[in-house]
């Protein structure tokens, strides 16, 4: 299954190093957002399938919040990004039940099994709620 993925990322870089290993997956990303109003906007636009959401944006911003309004506005599960992931981030994060938490710098193996997780998600394929990935 090609997915339609969302990147909620204000690290230029880092959303570009995204976006690369999504497409290589043979995914599609359908936007980069890098504030949670261009989030909105590009999740309304195209209603991807899920997204990657960095936990803390530029400007305040907060990535629990844009992933809360991508679950109760359009049902949509997210892969949650922090360069500080932690156990009270983690606690924060919870209630979200994200497909899965992973720690910044991410080896491309991790992204991947995360994409993973999500698409079984959608096809239905897996009971798993959530997923814990580290650095």
Do not use: W
Not at 33 to 62: Q, Y
Not at 66 to 94: C, F, Q, T, W
Not at 103 to 121: E, H, N, Q, W, Y
Request: no cysteine; net charge neutral; glycine share 8%.
């Amino acid at each position: 299954m090609e997915a339609r993925i969302l990147i909620v990322e204000d690290e230029a870089l880092i959303a570009l190093h995204l976006e690369q290993i999504v497409s290589d997956a043979g995914h599609r990303v359908v936007g980069i957002a890098f504030d949670p109003a261009e989030a909105a906007a590009l999740a309304a636009k195209h209603r991807p399938d899920f997204a990657f959401v960095d936990m803390r944006l530029r400007h305040g911003g907060s990535g629990l919040d844009v992933a809360r309004h991508l679950r109760d506005m359009y049902g949509m599960s997210s892969i949650l990004v922090s360069g500080n992931l932690d156990v009270r981030s983690a606690e924060a994060a919870a209630s979200l039940m994200p497909v899965a938490m992973i720690g910044k710098p991410f080896m491309p193996s991790t992204i991947l099994g995360a994409i993973d997780l999500a698409v079984r998600r959608l096809d239905g394929s897996t009971r798993r709620r959530s997923g814990l990935f580290g650095a």
